[in-house]
């Protein structure tokens, strides 16, 4: 199975930030099947970025996505307040479909 | 539209044998390049990916729960169905359930599971 390591577990920032969230595979992914999720407390995640880089539907474009091999990047340009939540990376290439173990983006 | 939804007994006990059902609507299980996911999360913890099958009935699991683990379909109620043995309390969960169209994620438009359940929640205790 493939590993997904993500980093940092928590990442403090404030609204207007600019987050970057590492995921890192344990072997080559390809681009075309990384994936990003969203989920907010109490809520069912959400599908963000699929494709490495390509965002789902109604994604807003502050949200990015890049990488390639086993270094994958999300960004997300500049925090609105709905965006403080837990983030996981997916690798869907491979059977098992393995998430990382997410990162936290939380108010500072 | 494509909905899903997870249904079970939310409590069980250690070493009982867990069954949650998922119906969904919006697609079928006997189309081509489909496929329906299950998922968990402990309370307070990370996204655990358990097992996904094929529209073709091809069923792949996760290595930490593969000998526990049985996945079936039946297409004509719109069903997959997870069985789970020898339940543990690490096992206290929020099931999910989850599609995915893979003609589409090989086209580029889509990717992982694009559309998920509400969930489910499962203790185990005794």
């Known amino acids: 199975e493939i590993v997904m390591t993500q980093s940092p577990g928590t990442l403090s920032l404030s609204p207007g930030e600019r987050a970057t969230l590492s995921c890192r595979a344990s072997?080559?992914?390809?681009?075309?099947?990384l994936a990003w999720y969203q989920q907010k407390p109490g809520q069912v995640p959400r599908l963000l970025i699929y494709g490495t880089s390509s965002r789902a539907t109604g994604v807003p474009d502050r949200f990015s996505g890049s990488g390639s091999g086993t270094d994958f990047t999300l960004t997300i340009s500049r925090l609105e307040p709905e965006d403080f939540a837990v983030y996981y990376c997916q690798q869907y290439g491979t059977s098992p479909w393995m998430f990382g173990q997410g990162t936290k983006v939380e108010v500072k | 539209q494509i909905t899903l939804k997870e249904a079970g007994p939310t409590l069980v006990k250690p070493t009982e044998t867990l069954t949650l059902t998922c119906t969904f609507s919006g697609f079928s299980l006997s189309t081509n390049r489909v496929a329906v996911s299950w998922i968990r999360q402990p309370p307070g913890k990370a996204l655990e990916y358990l097992a996904l099958i094929y529209w073709d009935d091809d069923k792949r699991y996760s290595p930490s729960v593969k000998n526990r683990l049985t996945l079936t379909k039946d297409a004509s109620k719109n069903q997959v169905v997870l069985t789970m043995t020898n339940m543990d309390p690490a096992d206290t969960a929020t099931y999910y359930c989850?599609?995915?169209?893979?003609?589409?994620?090989?086209?580029?438009?889509?990717?992982?599971?694009?559309?998920w359940g509400q969930g489910t929640t499962v203790t185990v205790s005794s």
């Open positions: 989850g599609h995915s169209d893979l003609m589409r994620i090989a086209a580029g438009r889509s990717g992982g599971v694009d559309v």
């Open positions: 072997q080559s992914v390809s681009i075309s099947y």
